[in-house]
């Protein structure tokens, strides 16, 4: 027996996430219910008056030139834990996010995660009542994007 929700979805660890107020095109997104909120890898950000914040979302991990600029007001402050222990202010803006053919609204906190695998985190509070995640998969509702580019093999190498 489960206790799966009859509106709620299943997707995968990973998935592709676009931001369609932001016209941000799908960017890998980990889903993990073991944070509680969920993140956005941004390059920079700017605050700016009336509660507002400017910020740069790079379309591509490997060329962070390629942005989008996005303004948005600030949602709320806060203060993360991260996993390593580290505490960190964070402002929090509020977007709709789109998973295959679904979409919900979530607050997602501005944070560089140029170092991690995925640059976006989706955490319980944006999962919860809405998805359930099958730890096992990736990509249920989104394809992976074809490679761009393959590295060349030398010959006689393999």
């Given amino acids: 027996m489960t206790d799966q929700k009859p509106d709620s ?3 995968g660890w990973q998935e592709f996430v676009a931001l369609p107020e932001w016209n ?3 960017i890998r997104a980990k889903s993990d219910s073991g944070a ?3 993140a956005i890898d941004v390059v920079d950000f700017e605050e700016l008056p009336g509660e507002r914040v400017l910020f740069h979302v790079a379309l591509s ?3 962070r030139d390629n942005l989008v600029t996005i303004e948005a007001p600030i949602k709320r402050r806060t203060r993360i834990k991260s996993s390593n222990g580290s505490v960190h202010d964070r402002l929090i803006v509020e977007t709709t996010i789109q998973i295959g053919d679904h979409a ?3 607050e997602l906190g501005l944070v560089c995660r140029k170092t991690m695998l995925c640059r976006m985190l989706l955490g319980r509070t944006a999962l919860a009542g809405r998805f359930l ?3 096992e998969r990736r990509y249920l509702l989104s394809e992976k994007p074809p490679a761009t580019k393959h590295k060349k093999r030398r010959p006689g190498k393999a």
């Fill in 36 to 38: 509680r909120s969920s």
């Fill in 9 to 11: 979805v299943v997707i």
């Fill in 133 to 135: 995640v099958n730890s």
């Fill in 104 to 106: 919900a609204l979530v």
């Fill in 61 to 63: 991990k490997k060329n």
């Fill in 24 to 26: 941000v095109p799908p």
